[in-house]
T-cell receptor, first 113, second 113 residues
Framework: AQTVTQSQPEMSVQEAETVTLSCTYD???????LFWYKQPPSRQMILVIR??????QNATENRFSVNFQKAAKSFSLKISDSQLGDTAMYFC??????????FGKGTLLTVNP | KAGVTQTPRYLIKTRGQQVTLSCSPI?????VSWYQQTPGQGLQFLFE???????NKGNFPGRFSGRQFSNSRSEMNVSTLELGDSALYLC????????????FGPGTRLLVL
């Protein structure tokens, strides 16, 4: 079974600053994948970034990067130069060989002008 | 490429009725997954289909069922609706490899009165 925990229900950040969202997970699988999804108020879930567990190098996508600590089962998301459009619910998710994603409860991020 | 589409976008039903939701995946995607999203329970996996076969099912009662057609389009059905079935139902599609990234549709908002 897989579990994903996001310990920060809400966070806020000033525009142009950097913020880090936390996520811890647990899985019995040796080959798994981790994701961060973003769900803006319009409700469309959008992929932010993806990390394969077998890769040691942390994934990056423009202003978004992750800190993947495999031994600690930690997968945090760093957003640099925060923009108003980054305001959304952010979900951490894990997936393995069972064809499903397990999601955390989400972190509501508000970017303030 | 067109994204994942879901119809209808909004639906109001009364207790005891049944409902059918539809999902059209991204062209070329053969895997379709369904998730239920509620404020209390978060995102929960319902089931996943590939080539018209259900490969995995979440922990939901038998009132929840689904199917996939030969063109990869999928439907889910909820019979004997209960108030607690009110939720946002999200469909996601992916390629056929294990844990290929899932891309989500806009969801169907179901309200049960």
């Amino acid at each position: 079974a897989q579990t994903v925990t996001q310990s920060q229900p809400e966070m806020s950040v000033q525009e142009a600053e950097t913020v880090t969202l936390s996520c811890t997970y647990d899985t019995s699988e040796s080959n798994y994948y981790l994701f961060w999804y973003k769900q803006p108020p319009s409700r469309q879930m959008i992929l932010v970034i993806r990390q394969e567990a077998y890769k040691q190098q942390n994934a990056t996508e423009n202003r978004f990067s992750v800190n993947f600590q495999k031994a600690a089962k930690s997968f945090s998301l760093k957003i640099s130069d925060s923009q108003l459009g980054d305001t959304a619910m952010y979900f951490c998710a894990s997936g393995g060989s069972n064809y499903k994603l397990t999601f955390g409860k989400g972190t509501l991020l508000t970017v303030n002008p | 490429k067109a994204g994942v589409t879901q119809t209808p976008r909004y639906l109001i039903k009364t207790r005891g009725q049944q409902v059918t939701l539809s999902c059209s995946p991204i062209s070329g995607h053969r895997s379709v997954s369904w998730y239920q999203q509620t404020p209390g329970q978060g995102l929960q996996f319902l089931f996943e289909y590939f080539s018209e076969t259900q490969r995995n099912k979440g922990n939901f009662p038998g009132r929840f069922s689904g199917r996939q057609f030969s063109n990869s389009r999928s439907e889910m059905n909820v019979s004997t609706l209960e108030l607690g079935d009110s939720a946002l139902y999200l469909c996601a599609s992916s390629l056929d490899r294990i844990q290929e990234t899932q891309y989500f549709g806009p969801g169907t908002r179901l309200l049960v009165l």
